[in-house]
């Protein structure tokens, strides 16, 4: 985030000076936005950058114990410079939050600065995990910095301690936050297909129970029960990897529009990179805990690859945005969206079904037949109608509140939901449109075609209260449905290895003896178990000690 923020907030001259030196790695940044008291809440920031005109500089400052940086990955111990976000102060004026490039160790020696205290926060979840990153604490004390090391792009401090806004539009800074959401869409695939690689493979390696005769047992991939749980989850790895790409053309989208001051999509651009970034996120890590689940008792130990993944992955949920205060966001753009039909002012991008709102509200699922579930236009509107009419219903409920932030409090679980529904919406859409494209090789459209099917309809089975409820399909059609996607999961299950295969990873880079290739597991699992360091001893530490007496029973008695 210090290169793009600095790319994004920074004027030219402040760019060439200070991306040269990040580039050539002659500084190492990091991005000091969270604080011990606040996160999601940026506007609650206590850090301040008080500007003194008698030395044009400001004065960096943590005021209280809760105004500490808390968390910047690389700051503990590896960091020379920090674009450090603080309340921004001229005058006696609080103007909010802005960035400033603070300096925290010399480059000679790497110790703090004066008036700078810094270290790292300490172990966090998981074995190794994220304790490989030094999430910082700092702490300034009255810390001096020129006043051109304000990033001055948007808004500006002049010599004489005035504050202005520049020509430069201020939502040019949202090119950042959409690269940064789009690139964590793409890290949510990667992990998801790694972990059901490792549980693809084992599934089909593990045997368990419906010998015949003293034949083999059953592959546990076999069992509907497994691939109920599995199969969704690798539809969702190739979902979320089709709408990464589809974010990417997005973010170049939105970056030619903001150079040429169009900035129409760029709320509704804004609300998809939250919406998705949560979603895709909460999805994944879930996932891999629910992939080391489907392989047993071995997926706990730490030579599966699992526990290392979910540890390293799950903070993916909180930074960049706490999940479900970013769907939160999105429901608020769902509720002007809703609150602005009628006005002229149309829908864009992927809120363009609003449009067509009037329709959304009175059709009704003409499924008849299990297959008819494989129409995409007949998909495609059952979640345009219930995520429209979700969105309606809230819309309609938060008018009955006087005072709307309550309301919006109050029916805050109900909005997280209407949201979830437009997240589901742009993933099926956006898979859909993948398959209207060419795609090589032979059978492989037909195969990517079963796991959209599959991906769609576990989202209809796992939400069918909704679907229900806004009474867009009836029970015998969702029934159908389900008929629909036993069938996809025995059409999917002869190529589920090919699929993962797919992935091309190696066994090095999945770090997995359950998922190995070769599909040679419990040779590999014996061996790796005699490299424990426990076994470099026969006798443990500590026998004669504590284990012989007890075996002996040579305990001394407690003496009252």
């Not at 999430?135 to 001055?152: A, E, K, T, Y």
């Not at 992990?191 to 390696?205: D, G, M, P």
């Not at 992955?313 to 939160?328: K, R």
């Not at 919006?408 to 997280?416: G, K, N, P, Q, R």
């Amino acid at each position: 985030m210090f290169i793009p923020v600095i790319k994004g907030q920074g004027t030219d001259e402040q760019q060439r000076k200070w991306l040269s030196l990040a580039y050539k790695m002659q500084i190492i940044g990091c991005y000091a936005q969270t604080e011990l008291g606040h996160g999601s809440n940026v506007q609650g920031l206590e850090t301040t950058a008080t500007f003194d005109p008698q030395t044009d500089e400001f004065v960096i400052h943590s005021p209280t114990l809760t105004s500490k940086k808390w968390w910047p990955g690389g700051l503990g111990k590896v960091s020379t410079h920090a674009v450090v976000f603080a309340r921004l102060i001229t005058d006696g004026e609080d103007h909010g939050v802005h960035g400033f490039i603070v300096q925290l160790r010399d480059l000679e020696d790497h110790r703090p600065l004066p008036g700078i205290t810094v270290g790292d926060i300490g172990m966090k979840f998981g074995n190794g995990a994220y304790n490989t990153m030094d999430n910082g604490v700092l702490s300034f004390d009255h810390v001096r910095i020129p006043r051109n090391q304000m990033l001055m792009r948007v808004s500006q401090v002049t010599r004489e301690g005035k504050y202005k806004k520049s020509d430069v539009p201020w939502q040019l800074v949202y090119g950042t936050m959409v690269y940064v959401r789009q690139s964590i869409v793409a890290d949510a695939s990667s992990a998801l297909s790694k972990a059901v690689c490792i549980a693809t493979r084992y599934s089909a390696v593990r045997r368990q129970f419906g010998s015949q005769n003293g034949g083999p047992e059953t592959q546990v991939i076999d069992y509907k029960t497994q691939q109920s749980r599995l199969f969704p989850l690798l539809a969702s790895a190739y979902a979320f990897r089709f709408v990464g790409e589809w974010l990417k053309w997005l973010y170049t989208d939105v970056t030619q529009r903001l150079q040429a001051n169009d900035f129409s999509t760029l709320p509704e651009a804004h609300a998809c990179t939250a919406g998705l970034k949560s979603l895709t996120t909460s999805i994944t890590a879930d996932g891999i805990e629910e992939c080391r689940k489907l392989c047993g008792g071995h997926g706990y130990l730490c030579s599966s690859g699992l526990p290392e993944l979910f540890a390293v992955y799950v903070p993916a949920c909180t930074y960049e945005g706490d999940n479900v205060v970013l769907l939160l966001q999105v429901a608020r753009f769902l509720m002007k969206t809703v609150s602005q039909l009628g006005t002229g002012k149309q829908p864009v991008g992927t809120i363009a079904y609003m449009g067509r709102i009037e329709h959304l509200l009175k059709s009704r699922c003409s499924v008849q037949r299990a297959d008819d579930w494989l129409k995409p236009s007949q998909v495609l509107e059952a979640f345009e109608a219930r995520a429209a009419r979700m969105s309606v219903s809230c819309a309609q409920n938060l008018s009955k509140f006087d005072n709307p932030e309550k309301g919006f409090a109050e029916l805050s679980a109900d909005l997280v939901e209407a949201a979830v529904a437009h997240c589901q919406l742009i993933v099926v859409s956006k898979f859909l449109e993948k398959l209207e494209q060419d795609i090589p090789g032979e059978g492989v459209k037909q195969q990517l075609e079963a796991l959209c099917g599959i991906y769609y309809l576990s989202l209809l089975h796992k939400h069918q209260g909704d679907f229900l409820a806004t009474s867009y399909i009836t029970a015998k059609q969702a029934a159908l449905a389900n008929e629909l996607l036993r069938n996809l999961f025995t059409k999917v299950r002869p190529n589920a290895i090919a699929l993962v295969d797919s992935f091309n990873y190696t066994d090095h880079f999945l770090g997995s003896i359950l998922g190995r290739y070769d599909g040679n597991v419990y040779p590999k699992l014996y061996e790796a178990a005699w490299k424990d360091p426990l076994n470099n001893t026969v006798v443990p530490d500590g026998y004669h000690e504590y284990v012989r007496p007890l075996l002996k029973q040579q305990l001394l008695n407690a003496k009252l």
